[in-house]
């Protein structure tokens, strides 16, 4: 009787790349210092079937789907340094292996310092440019003195949200995503004001001509005259 050597076949180390990324969910993540919900991903070859993700070189969990990821909490696991990797298989049998990603889990309070630590400054130097942006544009309204009609700069014109009038937005306005901080020239009233269209300050514009050729500008909003009509009823017989 013929006897067969039968030797099995071992899977093969290839070379291709395997990249493993780590991406915060929630919580903190700064200079390889973590704490709260990661996901960890891993790309690779177009014929990648299976991803095993390892933490301390301990199998966490099995992908046999793309896109392969896995989530964790830093709080499952103790505090510490911790090595993250990924191990991929190829329909072709071979064994890919990321890069290995090393990371210190750290506790909630600690992370919530390292948190403040960026936070903080970050509030305090917005708060500091707002102020001095904002005392830079009163000593530039106060410069140029009376606005007039249709001169606006780079950052165009702005309508007041009170009396309706025209103004110049200035450049070194702080500039709060919706729109600038501004102070309005002709009635006092600070407010944040989007850059106005050319037909909206048309508009205004004529208005402003209006009020000056009676005699003066009229400053009072509707809302403004609203109450006060209703305020003057009070008084009526």
Same mark, same amino acid.
């Given at each position: 009787?013929?006897?067969?050597?039968?030797?099995?076949?071992?899977?093969?180390? /290839?070379?291709? &790349?395997?990249?493993?990324?780590?991406? #915060?969910?929630?919580?903190? /993540?700064?200079?390889?210092?973590?704490?709260?919900?990661?996901?960890?991903?891993?790309?690779?070859?177009?014929?990648?079937?299976?991803? +095993?993700?390892?933490?301390?070189? $301990?199998?966490?969990?099995?992908?046999?789907?793309?896109?392969?990821?896995?989530?964790?909490?830093?709080?499952?696991?103790?505090?510490?340094?911790?090595?993250?990797?990924?191990?991929?298989?190829?329909?072709?049998?071979?064994?890919?292996?990321?890069?290995?990603?090393?990371? +210190?889990?750290?506790?909630?309070? @600690?992370?919530?310092?390292?948190?403040?630590?960026?936070?903080?400054?970050?509030? $305090?130097?917005? $708060?500091?440019?707002?102020?001095?942006?904002?005392?830079?544009?009163?000593? $530039?309204?106060?410069?140029?003195?009376?606005?007039?009609?249709? @001169?606006?700069?780079?950052?165009?014109?702005?309508?007041?949200?009170?009396?309706?009038?025209?103004?110049?937005?200035?450049?070194? &306005?702080?500039?709060?995503?919706?729109?600038?901080?501004?102070?309005?020239?002709?009635?006092? #009233?600070?407010?944040?004001?989007?850059?106005?269209?050319?037909?909206?300050?048309?508009?205004?514009?004529?208005?402003?001509?209006?009020?000056e050729a009676r005699g003066g500008l009229d400053l009072? /909003? @509707? +809302?403004? #005259?609203?109450?006060?009509?209703?305020?003057?009823?009070?008084? @009526? /017989?």
């Amino acid at each position: 009787m013929l006897a067969l050597n039968i030797v099995p076949v071992q899977p093969q180390v /290839s070379n291709a &790349s395997l990249q493993l990324t780590v991406e #915060k969910d929630f919580g903190f /993540s700064l200079g390889g210092r973590i704490q709260g919900k990661f996901t960890l991903k891993v790309t690779g070859p177009q014929d990648l079937t299976q991803v +095993e993700f390892l933490i301390d070189d $301990v199998v966490v969990s099995t992908d046999r789907e793309a896109p392969f990821r896995y989530s964790f909490n830093t709080g499952e696991y103790e505090f510490g340094v911790h090595r993250i990797s990924g191990v991929g298989y190829t329909s072709l049998g071979d064994v890919l292996r990321s890069p290995v990603r090393t990371y +210190e889990f750290v506790g909630v309070e @600690e992370g919530l310092r390292g948190a403040a630590g960026i936070v903080v400054p970050i509030l $305090v130097g917005t $708060v500091a440019l707002i102020v001095i942006a904002t005392l830079s544009t009163s000593l $530039v309204g106060r410069k140029r003195g009376r606005p007039r009609i249709g @001169e606006y700069g780079p950052a165009g014109g702005a309508l007041c949200q009170r009396c309706g009038l025209p103004f110049n937005r200035h450049v070194l &306005s702080p500039n709060l995503l919706i729109g600038k901080l501004e102070r309005c020239p002709h009635c006092g #009233k600070w407010a944040i004001v989007r850059r106005a269209t050319r037909e909206a300050l048309e508009e205004a514009e004529a208005r402003w001509v209006d009020d000056e050729a009676r005699g003066g500008l009229d400053l009072e /909003s @509707e +809302e403004d #005259k609203l109450r006060r009509m209703i305020d003057d009823s009070r008084f @009526e /017989s």
